[in-house]
């Protein structure tokens, strides 16, 4: 029986109780603890928990007993298990709901497997040296075996490398469409046309990787920029238009410069080799000097401008234009003594037409300067106070700041203007030497 407080409260260790309570409450003179909800006091050792429940007693009341309640053990127990239960259930429906997004994934038409020929072609577009020898390989064999198989050939590799660049991103479907035309164009009508064509794509997509964050910090260097098909028209139409007057003027064959032979065909191959010496030249040396530790100069001023700037120049990018030019000069050599002599048995021999080397060099440095000189004059050169970069567009005054040019030609219309001033140059040496 619980003790509670009246007059004469029995087994009370300090006698009698002088207040009274109401029946159930712990007398504030026995010194015991109790819990209120079981009505049950602590063990004769002094234990502060009730024998029922086990819980702690609630804070003293009255200012006499200490009375402490807690909650129950069992039920925090069984509240536990309650709560991991149902943290387990929305563990099971979270992966459910994973498991049917990953299917839905698994169902697009972008996450099935690829076929096989686009499988290869990834690995083909990943191997640049791989892909450049089976493209060489397939356009030198093609041309051996005659006009019909030059013309499979030629456009057999376009189709290669507008596919291979279309799934590099490198190009948008329109681009891939105006490549696979302007290439099978060039390679399809002439070997050493289309072998230009070749070491300009394969060495240009080398450079243009070449340190790519570092261009990225200094301009506007597209990392993962498509080419569309007015660029691609503005780089290749041209020399695709000279390469088919050359494959029809001369019956499809691969034959050496030579003026007492055919004036007009001598004229064509000079320009064509002017045209790609100025393409390749400019594009190694805007890579190339960009990277240059020295302060580029504004070609028309002599200023120092940042790097990036269009028509700023450096030791380092006239070398590598002039580096360029050769390199486009020794593939055209190189790939005119193929079926050359046996196409014109009658005139000089290729082996002798050494002179494309310096006239490839020469077309890729005065196809710099040219470039540097429109650059400089009628293309917008600014710098992106925000950014910290040099851009090729104006802006608002307070974030561009003019550095050189008149906002009159684009980029594209730069390359295509200076190129053809290039090709018409070299055309007219080529008249002279051959």
């Not at 003293?60 to 909650?71: C, H, T």
């Not at 979270?94 to 690995?123: G, M, N």
């Not at 030629?154 to 596919?163: E, Q, W």
């Amino acid at each position: 029986m619980p003790l509670r407080c009246g007059p004469r409260a029995p087994g009370l260790a300090h006698g009698s109780c002088a207040e009274s309570k109401p029946h159930g409450q712990p007398c504030h003179q026995t010194g015991l603890n109790r819990c209120l909800k079981h009505r049950r006091r602590g063990s004769l050792l002094g234990t502060s928990r009730c024998a029922v429940c086990a819980s702690a007693f609630s804070a003293p009341v009255d200012g006499g007993s200490e009375i402490f309640e807690g909650a129950s053990g069992s039920e925090a127990v069984a509240s536990g298990v309650l709560e991991v239960t149902e943290a387990l259930a929305s563990a099971e429906q979270a992966a459910l709901k994973a498991e049917k997004a990953v299917d839905r994934v698994r169902r697009l038409p972008s996450a099935w497997p690829d076929p096989l020929v686009v499988k290869y072609l990834k690995r083909l577009r990943d191997s640049l040296p791989t892909a450049g020898l089976l493209l060489f390989a397939i356009l030198v064999g093609s041309h051996m075996m005659g006009a019909q198989f030059q013309f499979i050939g030629g456009f057999i590799g376009a189709l290669l490398i507008a596919i291979s660049q279309y799934l590099k991103r490198t190009l948008s479907m329109s681009g891939a469409i105006a490549a696979f035309f302007v290439g099978g164009a060039t390679m399809a009508t002439n070997c050493r046309c289309g072998a230009t064509l070749l070491a300009f794509f394969f060495s240009s997509s080398r450079l243009t990787k070449l340190k790519q964050e570092r261009k990225a910090l200094l301009t506007e260097h597209k990392m993962d920029g498509q080419r569309d098909w007015k660029q691609v028209i503005a780089n290749g139409g041209v020399p695709a238009i000279l390469s088919c007057a050359i494959g029809v003027l001369a019956d499809f064959k691969n034959v050496p410069l030579s003026s007492s032979w055919s004036t007009a065909v001598t004229s064509l191959l000079g320009a064509f080799l002017g045209y790609y010496a100025c393409c390749c030249g400019d594009t190694w040396a805007s890579e190339v000097g960009m990277l240059s530790t020295d302060t580029p100069r504004l070609i028309t001023s002599g200023r120092p401008v940042r790097n990036g700037t269009n028509g700023g120049v450096t030791l380092l990018g006239l070398a590598a234009s002039m580096a360029g030019g050769l390199f486009i000069g020794a593939v055209f050599y190189a790939f005119g003594l193929v079926g050359g002599a046996a196409a014109v048995s009658s005139i000089e021999t290729p082996v002798s037409q050494w002179w494309l080397l310096p006239l490839g060099l020469l077309g890729g440095l005065a196809g710099s300067i040219i470039d540097s000189i429109l650059g400089a004059t009628l293309q917008f050169s600014g710098f992106n106070l925000k950014t910290q970069k040099v851009v090729n567009r104006p802006g608002h005054p307070n974030e561009v700041m003019h550095i050189s040019g008149l906002n009159i030609l684009s980029n594209n219309q730069v390359n295509l203007v200076s190129a053809s001033l290039t090709a018409l140059l070299v055309s007219k040496i080529a008249l002279l030497i051959f």
